[in-house]
């Protein structure tokens, strides 16, 4: 798949001092990139009232992510360590 990156994704990034989870997340967008569909990247799930938004779990940290059906594009919206606060609204 092709990945994006949004201005909210690269703040995100920024926020995180765990190395562990920039390895976590590496290897995740590495999977990302070689993935023909959603469908074979492990711990994805849609979230509610949010179509086209996903969560993919690594770890305490949530990557948020847009994927449009059908189509090979993805973008990156937030990477979020799972608090209260984690799915709040995606635009």
Do not use: Q
């Amino acid at each position: 798949m092709l990945v994006n990156y949004a201005e909210d994704f690269n703040k995100s990034i920024k926020r995180i001092k765990d190395k562990v989870a920039f390895r976590r997340l590496d290897v995740l967008i590495e999977k990302l990139k070689k993935a023909k569909d959603l469908s074979e990247v492990s711990n994805v799930k849609a979230i509610s009232n949010y179509p086209g938004r996903y969560r993919i779990r690594t770890g305490d940290y949530r990557l948020i992510v847009k994927y449009w059906t059908g189509e090979i594009t993805i973008l990156l919206i937030e990477f979020l360590k799972r608090d209260d606060n984690t799915y709040k609204d995606y635009n």
